[in-house]
């Protein structure tokens, strides 16, 4: 009873859609806000943020934008990596040919790259679909990160291949290369991550957000009421893509700091951003959220309770690991496809009508 | 089309209570003025592979007016009617719409020029709202940026506030005010028609067509969609299309019926000369075809 | 002259190599068309295969690495070795084995779900496996050897010297995998017009709904479905084991399956083998011939792209039934 | 319910801290994935090393070592997990056994003042030691493997490689592309054609190159691969009938597992190696009593005396000699990340000091200064005895050529010097 809806009553439609309908909804979200910006940064470690916190900020993008392209577009797509790929490789290409310039308007500029390549990539989808556009994809995957293999320039001719992130600051704080205090990279990747997914929201309570779900509920259907299918999916190729290429550049630029294309951005980065996505809950912000926490946090914990608790061999629980990983997807997928997203919506319900069930 | 039907055709006098359609319109037996063509569609043949589903069929749509196509099933109906909606395009003949002729253009570009529909088979998103799925029929009257509405800012915010308004009035309209946030998944068979005529009405059409929207409806429920369906011409005064299997209710709503019968057109006229035209009778009767 | 004789010999590998591309793409195939399902974890199970063949041919102790660490005991091998083909046979009831646990604990509780969650699904199984594989088997690199001959043919080189002056390379083994590929798809579909388990099968595939309408039991296609895919990918795993080891990367090759079903379809057992073909020769000629000038290692993309292009013109794939679009 | 549970995941993300007074080495292993193979015999020698002076010597000075292990799976992003989690703990030194990783770690160790040795691999200018201040790579890079096989080449062809061909057949990644410039370089100075051929990882399927290979016929083929590319390499080599003499790889393609799929194919193959094979060394015999007998062998011993588990136990054993180092010139058992890294600088390891360990003949004599991170670079062939399943070395330590290779060196250091506003130091 204590979570409810009752007398939360809307007196203009601009509240009526607004992100949190619900009071409690909003509080949560404000305090949760004040928690991340007012306390975590003073309280953070390294460890915190670079095994946990900043790849989960990060995944968290790549999974909003593969979200909107998957969860609400309906086109399935692998070529994640690839697409990260051209993020990070833009902000380097940037941020050393124009080191005057803020590395954060680099960032946005290497996710507007993408976003061009993206629709490139995407164009097929007008003509392919389903799992034939999810292998289809795999070409601008497997292309993309051969390219930034072969061609010099776009590591700077360096003799491994390998692009290393100078360091760059804002405000007069090292927020790249390996000076880099924890709360700066968190708080750069917290305040990506947040705006992206204000803008998220924006777009798929909206107009495009529409178009994007009506197509992927009924293509044909969507074409004949007026939707071009055209502008509809490039926009989704494009958006999603502008994400996940944020997302690249920020997993170089801000928290490895080096990277290698074959390596950290191949075909598993693909599928580990669409587990995220679809056991967050494909079409929910939540969800990407949810998801990419799952998979970042799980594997660390895991670890360290099997061989920090229980002391086991680093192998045999590195297996075990994989084994508990993948059964528990498949759990999950049982419990409720919808993902994570879906059961705490399920347990919202559930809390609305405590203590009285019926 | 065959010349039995043509001449079928030309003995149809035109019927004392209706004047004749005229340049200017008519005026309908229960005194409403109709206006003059809005679309006109000229000798069109549509087939598939070596299937002629349309054989050089002409009629028109007058402004105003509630038009029916009917015929038995198979007649190609259905296919007349994605010929309208730009989805199929005929191999012969010309669609004529507002007083020019179309030019090949994409089904979205079609419904831009004030075209809207529902569907035999519900075509509704699944996946989204009762409230927005009729919203998107309104996606064509959208004209903020994409970065607009990422910012949700400058027209985006105001646009949706408007456009919501919009809606509101036409879920009022139709009473479905209790589902607005139900995903339309969920929605029994009724409602869901209902909702997809809401999403045509959407989007403020020229023409509304409507496939079959009674099919599979009890009678209240049918008396309720007729009901509408006469609100909508009468207080926006929407052109209407329908393909319905009821005759009784074929016979009721509309102002002109064109009969199909295995992709031609065998009857054209107010209910009450269709009603008494041979070929049609047989038609429905199940006469043998030679 | 030279160049173009090279080119043949090129071609001929090229069409060899598909073949073991069509082997991994079988597999695929077979669980798609009868149940709708694309089962990402067919590399795995290819992997599985072959780690359990080479298991139990050189007697290993399954679990022995996990017993040993709770235990505490040194245990490895029963000290045992099982001929080939009993141990094939071993392998294949295991795999069967492996198809009753699998539609019992995953799929009975996924029918009527999405295809993207079953995709989604068959992904935590290939998780699932890999470590469970890993567990049972060890993660060392294994050498499966069933008695196929590896290594350049004389008498293919003999005759091609003779009939052209150049002596083309034919590996042994890429001749036994055209051998085996075409006796399987044979079986497979002797099977499937022939038998009634066959046709039940290829009823389900045509239609569900109607399919359990006339009596099939969905639960027994689906566990003999998984079966014949468990089959299919030990075939293909003693293949490329064969070739480079038993080890982790031999799950990988489901990446070279997937191009060929796109070109091929995703429902159709000639459209593997012909996909195989022609994406075998594809990437081999492309290597041969444009590789040079950009840098080498096409490979990787190429079939990918090759299917992109093909598919942009002809969206259902070389055999896929023609799409037809209606409201 | 909630906080309860979202506390108990904290703890449990937090790593056990160990034991004050003791110094770690955190082993940063992998025993999973597509190098598992490789991974699990090399973490095994590491500790094996470790373990022998814990119970024979009680630790290096009186301080027990541990080798906390973390598994990275040869991935860059569980690599800096695992850094992180145990950087806190008093980490003295780092070898992250991966390239990769070792790119993730350079800047990350230069930050956090720890010391990190990548015994054969890693960044090759790190040799530099004036810019890299906290990474050392001894005793030998990829470099001077390059330059150890040419040099072997030239002897073998009586110092004369004019118009010869060699193919470089490598995993197209920056481990593989590590050696291209000197190779270039090296075939400039004694006249030899350079053909590249890349395989993209994981690199089962070969048939392409090996094919060019037969129509080419390269006098040799240099091997830079890793994984599954060596298994397969080996064999099409095989398959096409090339002389396994004239196919040399780089260490890390000179592994029992990357040859005994191929089977008696494979005899001949040569690889070169930077620490002797086999046991016929005077440690084992400790070892024997010790580690194995007591049954405190890592991963049951069922590897030791295998090729890259030798080689594990060989960055052990430069890492045990840098901490002793660094105890004598700290005057304390109990040194600090920064006194190890002085430590590594004034490591000298002689041949009287290879054989006072009971390890004659098995690693070079090098010495490491401010200046010089990376040792002296020699290495040996090795060459493979399919019958006998075992590498026999065949030539004693080659010199590389330090002519060519101190210059490109430079050039690179400097250029990340530069790149990164490093200010070179050691003057």
Redesign the interface.
């Known amino acids: 009873m204590l979570y409810r809806e009752a007398g939360d009553f809307k007196t203009s439609y601009r509240d009526d859609s607004q992100t949190f309908p619900l009071k409690l909804d909003r509080m949560g979200y404000w305090v949760t806000l004040a928690v991340a910006f007012g306390v975590i940064p003073f309280v953070i470690t390294d460890y915190w943020a670079n095994a946990v916190l900043v790849p989960f900020l990060i995944y968290a993008i790549a999974a909003l934008g593969l979200n909107i392209l998957v969860g609400f577009g309906g086109q399935v797509s692998l070529g994640t990596g690839g697409f990260m790929a051209v993020g990070a490789y833009a902000t380097y290409k940037l941020t050393t040919t124009f080191p005057e310039i803020s590395l954060l308007i680099h960032i946005l500029l290497a996710g507007g790259i993408t976003a061009a390549v993206g629709v490139f990539f995407g164009l097929p989808s007008l003509r392919i679909k389903g799992f034939y556009l999810a292998v289809a994809t795999l070409a601008a995957q497997f292309f993309l990160v051969w390219l930034f293999n072969k061609v010099p320039w776009f590591y700077n001719y360096s003799a491994s291949g390998q692009i290393t992130a100078p360091e760059r600051t804002f405000l007069g704080y090292v927020i790249s290369g390996p000076a880099t205090s924890a709360p700066a990279k968190y708080l750069v990747c917290l305040a990506f991550a947040v705006a992206l997914a204000w803008v998220a929201r924006n777009l798929t309570r909206g107009t495009a957000g529409r178009k994007w779900m009506a197509i992927r509920d009924m293509d044909i259907a969507a074409e004949i009421i007026g939707v071009n299918p055209l502008t509809a999916k490039m926009s989704a190729f494009a958006v999603s893509s502008f994400f996940i290429g944020v997302a690249g550049a920020l997993l170089f630029s801000i928290y490895l700091g080096a990277a290698e294309a074959s390596e950290t951005f191949g075909i598993n980065k693909s599928f580990l951003v669409l587990f995220m996505v679809i056991i967050g809950g494909l079409g929910s912000i939540f969800g990407s959220f949810a998801g990419a926490a799952f998979l970042v946090v799980l594997p660390v914990f895991l670890k360290n309770v099997l061989v920090g608790a229980f002391g086991w061999p680093t192998d045999l629980a590195a297996h075990v690991e994989l084994m508990i990983v993948g059964a528990l997807i498949v759990f999950f997928l049982i419990v409720e496809p919808h993902g994570l997203a879906q059961l705490w919506r399920l347990t919202k319900e559930k809390l609305r009508l405590w203590p009285f069930p019926h | 089309m065959s010349p039995t039907s043509q001449t079928i055709l030309s003995e149809l006098a035109p019927p004392p209570a209706a004047p004749a359609p005229s340049a200017d319109g008519y005026v309908t037996a229960d005194g409403r003025k109709i206006g003059g063509v809005l679309m006109d569609l000229r000798h069109i043949t549509l087939r598939f592979g070596g299937v002629t589903a349309i054989k050089d069929i002409s009629f028109d749509i007058r402004e105003g007016e509630i038009r029916a196509i009917i015929g038995p099933n198979g007649a190609g109906k259905s296919s007349m009617m994605n010929v309208m909606s730009g989805f199929y395009v005929p191999q012969e003949g010309e669609v004529w719409f507002r007083g020019a002729k179309r030019p090949p253009m994409r089904p979205y570009q079609v419904a831009r020029q004030g075209l809207a529909r529902t569907f035999q088979n519900i075509a509704l998103f699944d996946g989204m709202s009762v409230l927005d799925n009729i919203m998107t029929g309104r996606l064509t009257m959208m004209k903020s940026s994409l970065l607009e509405q990422a910012l949700w800012w400058g027209r985006a915010e105001a646009e949706e506030t408007r456009h919501r308004e919009q809606v509101e009035k036409i879920i009022d309209f139709l009473e479905i005010q209790n589902i607005r946030k139900t995903p339309v998944g969920r929605l029994p068979y009724g409602l869901k028609k209902r909702v997809e005529l809401a999403r045509a009405l959407a989007a403020e059409p020229k023409l509304l067509m409507l496939d079959e929207p009674m099919a599979g409806m009890n009678v209240e429920e049918k008396e309720d969609m007729s009901r509408f369906i006469l609100d909508v011409n009468d207080e926006f005064g929407t052109t209407i299309a329908l393909i319905e299997h009821d005759m009784g209710v074929v016979m009721d709503l509309s102002d002109r019926v064109v009969v199909m019968d295995y992709g031609r057109k065998i009857g054209d006229g107010t209910p009450d000369e269709v009603r008494n035209n041979q070929e049609v009778i047989d038609a429905y009767l199940g006469v043998a075809h030679d | 002259m030279e160049q173009l004789l090279y080119a043949s010999e090129v071609l001929v590998n090229g069409l060899m190599a598909g073949v073991m591309y069509s082997l991994v793409a079988l597999g695929f195939v077979l669980i798609f068309k009868a149940s709708g399902v694309f089962n990402y974890a067919q590399g795995v199970l290819a992997l599985f295969a072959a780690l359990t063949l080479v298991g139990i041919q050189q007697g290993q102790v399954p679990f022995a690495h996990l017993i040993n660490a709770i235990t505490g005991s040194h245990i490895s091998s029963f000290g045992w070795t099982v001929p080939s083909l009993l141990a094939i046979l071993l392998t294949a009831l295991v795999m069967v084995g492996l198809a009753i646990l699998i539609e019992a604990l995953v799929l009975k509780h996924l029918v009527g779900q999405e295809p993207i969650i079953m995709f989604m699904a068959t992904i935590g199984l290939a998780y699932f496996l890999e470590g469970l594989g890993d567990i049972m088997w060890g993660a060392d690199v294994k050498t499966l050897d069933v008695g196929l001959p590896q290594g350049i043919s004389d008498t293919a080189e003999a005759w091609t010297a003779a009939l052209t002056g150049y002596g083309f390379f034919i590996d042994r083994l890429d001749i036994w995998a055209t051998v085996i590929a075409a006796l399987l798809v044979a079986a497979l579909v002797a099977f499937s017009q022939y038998t009634k388990q066959g046709r039940a099968m290829r009823a389900v595939a045509d239609d569900h709904q109607a399919a359990l309408s006339v009596g099939i039991s969905l639960r027994f296609i689906w566990v003999m479905v998984w079966s014949i895919a468990g089959f299919v990918a030990l075939v293909a795993g003693i293949m490329w084991g064969t070739k480079s080891g038993v080890q982790f990367s031999l799950s990988l090759i489901a990446l070279k399956a997937l191009p060929v079903l796109m070109l091929g379809g995703f429902t159709s057992i000639p459209g593997a083998i012909v996909g195989g073909l022609i994406i075998g020769v594809g990437e081999k000629l492309f290597e041969f011939y444009i590789g040079p000038m950009v840098g080498g290692a096409t490979e990787s993309w190429f079939a990918y792209v090759l299917a992109l292009i093909f598919l942009v013109f002809r969206p259902q794939g070389l055999f896929g039934e023609r799409i037809i679009e209606r409201v | 319910m909630k906080l309860r549970f979202a506390a108990a995941?904290a703890a449990?993300?937090?790593?056990?801290a160990p034991a004050l007074a003791d110094l770690t080495v955190p082993n940063l292993?992998y025993?999973?994935?597509?190098y598992?193979?490789n991974g699990?015999q090399y973490a095994d020698g590491f500790n094996d090393y470790f373990t022998l002076l814990n119970e024979r010597d009680g630790g290096i000075g009186g301080q027990k070592i541990l080798t906390p292990?973390?598994?990275t799976?040869y991935?860059?992003?569980?690599g800096?997990?695992c850094?992180?989690?145990t950087?806190?703990n008093n980490a003295l030194v780092y070898n992250p056994f991966s390239?990769?990783i070792t790119?993730?770690l350079?800047?990350?160790v230069?930050?956090d003042g720890i010391p990190m040795v990548t015994p054969g691999y890693g960044?090759?200018?790190a040799k530099d030691g004036s810019v890299f201040q906290w990474v050392f790579n001894p005793p030998a890079n990829y470099w001077d493997g390059a330059s150890v096989i040419v040099k072997h080449l030239l002897d073998v062809n009586g110092g004369d490689l004019n118009g010869k061909t060699i193919a470089l057949v490598y995993h197209?990644?920056?481990?593989g592309?590590?050696p291209?410039?000197t190779l270039e370089e090296l075939s400039k100075k004694h006249g030899f054609t350079l053909s590249?051929?890349?395989?993209?990882?994981?690199g089962?399927?070969q048939?392409?190159q090996w094919?060019?290979i037969?129509?080419e016929k390269p006098d040799y083929v240099i091997l830079y691969g890793w994984?599954?590319m060596n298994?397969?390499a080996i064999?099409e080599a095989?398959?096409?009938?090339y002389p396994m003499e004239n196919l040399i790889g780089i260490w890390w393609a000179g592994g029992e597992?990357d040859v005994?799929?191929a089977?008696a194919?494979a005899n001949g193959y040569k690889s070169a190696t930077f620490n002797g094979v086999g046991m016929d060394y005077p440690f084992y015999g400790d070892l024997k009593t010790h580690v194995l007998d007591t049954?405190k062998a890592s991963?049951?011993g069922?590897h030791v005396g295998k090729a890259m588990y030798s080689r594990g136990m060989y960055a052990a054993l430069i890492i045990a000699e840098g901490i002793k180092k660094a105890q004598e010139l700290a005057g304390t058992p109990e040194i600090t990340a920064a006194q190890m890294r002085d430590g590594l600088e004034a490591l000298e390891i002689t041949e009287a000091r290879m054989t006072e360990l009971g390890l004659p003949g098995f690693g070079q004599p090098f010495q490491l200064s401010c200046q010089n991170h990376g040792g002296s670079g020699m290495g040996m062939i090795q060459q493979w005895d399919a019958s006998a399943k075992q590498w026999k070395l065949i030539t004693d330590f080659i010199q590389p050529d330090e002519d060519v290779l101190q210059p490109l060196i430079q050039a690179?250091a400097q250029?990340?010097a530069a790149?990164?506003?490093i200010q070179p130091r050691c003057n």
């Open positions: 995941v449990a993300m937090m790593a056990a292993s025993r999973t994935g597509p598992g193979a699990n292990e973390c598994e799976a991935n860059t992003e569980k800096v997990e850094y992180e989690s950087k806190g390239t990769g790119y993730q350079i800047p990350k230069a930050a960044r090759t200018s197209n990644s920056a481990f592309k590590e291209i410039r590249q051929i890349p395989v993209d990882p994981p089962q399927e048939k392409s094919l060019q037969r129509r994984g599954v298994q397969a064999q095989a398959n096409i009938r597992v005994e799929p089977g194919a049954g991963g049951g069922a690179d250029a990340f790149e990164n506003s």
